[in-house]
């Protein structure tokens, strides 16, 4: 396949296309979608031939025995990232969002605070809002764009009501990927809180050449505080399966969350069972390898086009799709650079408030499409920012 090939996705119920002129005021007929975090290139072959194997069968049943989908899980996590994992430690939720509000819902009481490094994946903050706790809005210094810790001011804010950490590893958006000293620092803060760490690495395919992944897992010292969620469906775009891991070693975090599980009744949905199991395979291993040279590309044209225009600067990726542009340099209000960008570029793009604290200057742009769209954007935007030449 051509990660070049234009997919219409328009008129299939997608969030993505099908969404932008309602949200954003894109029109459908000529915009360019940039927002939401899925890819526009169709997943790997063997993923396609799991999913017409079940239509091809045709009878949809519950979904029994899921060894060959955990055994998957081993492979990839022990050949991708190094990672042993052991059977018993995997959950399936219905997607990481879902794995979040799980994680908050068993290990945190109403009134509890959770704590974010923002500006961070949005979803984390309406699940915490949503479940009656608290959002602990703890702001990462910039160094020239791109952003640190600042641990030693963070401790300063604690109060002693916040019981959860939701770290974003690699980071959504802004691209970091965390060095092993930082993740030591991340640990340490927990600990000293008595904070659950719950590492949500479902970019953790999706870095750049580097740059190295490193687990929370393979820390020390933190294994019994730690939740892991991981997912097939960033790395190869089948967000609409919905299905996530959520990974716990301790058996005592592992019992709780366990018996939240039962209680809510979740059980597996078998689309998206076979289509992880199907992902999580040398051919798919293969496809990602070629992806993350199509995205490495993608994102310095994009980053090329965004330093020729004045006032402009995108965040330095170290791994994910999602291009973090910093309008501050225009000198424009929020409501003008977003205005050019949705109506006189005709992008759809995430607006940097919704991340929390330090996204105010900021629009989220996602780069994982054909380079043809990559190119038309930058034309756009030289164009609707041109007065600034
Ligand atoms: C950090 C992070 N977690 C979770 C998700 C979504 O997970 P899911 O679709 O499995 O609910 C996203 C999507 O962009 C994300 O960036």
């Not at 974010?116 to 959002?135: C, D, K, N, Q, S």
Request: proline letters at 5%; glycine letters at 10%.
């Amino acid at each position: 396949m051509s990660f070049d090939e234009i997919i219409d996705r328009r008129g299939t119920h997608s969030a993505k296309w099908d969404m932008m002129e309602t949200l954003y005021g894109v029109p459908a007929k000529d915009g360019l979608s940039m927002w939401v975090a899925d890819m526009d290139f169709r997943p790997p072959q063997c993923v396609q031939d799991a999913v017409q194997g079940m239509a091809d069968h045709g009878v949809y049943g519950y979904f029994g025995g899921d060894g060959e989908y955990k055994a998957a899980i081993q492979w990839w996590m022990e050949n991708r990232h190094g990672w042993q994992v052991q059977p018993e430690w995997i959950f399936t939720t219905h997607g990481l969002v879902n794995g979040t509000s799980m994680c908050i819902d068993t290990f945190t009481a109403p009134g509890d605070g959770v704590v974010l490094f923002t500006p961070v994946y949005h979803a984390f903050a309406r699940v915490i809002e949503a479940a009656g706790r608290r959002v602990v809005e703890c702001e990462m210094p910039l160094a020239d764009g791109r952003y640190e810790l600042d641990i030693e001011g963070w401790n300063a804010r604690m109060d002693g009501s916040e019981t959860m950490l939701i770290l974003c590893s690699p980071h959504n958006p802004g691209g970091r990927v965390w060095t092993r000293t930082e993740l030591e620092q991340v640990a340490e803060f927990a600990r000293r809180h008595d904070l659950i760490l719950v590492s949500d690495e479902i970019h953790h395919d999706l870095v750049y050449p580097g740059h190295r992944h490193i687990p929370m897992a393979h820390i020390d010292g933190i294994a019994d505080r730690l939740v892991m969620m991981t997912a097939t469906t960033k790395t190869f775009n089948i967000a609409g399966s919905h299905v996530g891991n959520v990974i716990i070693s301790d058996p005592a975090l592992r019992t709780r969350f366990a018996a939240r599980m039962a209680a809510m009744g979740m059980s597996p949905n078998s689309f998206g069972l076979i289509m992880a199991t199907a992902a999580y395979s040398p051919e798919g291993a293969a496809w990602v390898d070629d992806l993350m040279v199509y995205l490495d590309g993608n994102r310095k044209v994009f980053d090329a086009g965004i330093a020729q225009i004045p006032g402009l600067a995108s965040a330095p990726l170290e791994a994910t799709y999602l291009s973090w542009v910093s309008f501050e340099g225009t000198g424009m209000t929020p409501e003008e650079f977003t205005g050019r960008v949705s109506k006189e570029a005709r992008i759809a793009t995430n607006a940097g408030p919704t991340f929390g604290k330090g996204g105010e200057s900021f629009l989220r742009f996602n780069i994982a499409t054909p380079r043809a769209r990559i190119d038309e954007a930058v034309a756009r935007l030289k164009d609707a920012f041109g007065d600034l030449q």
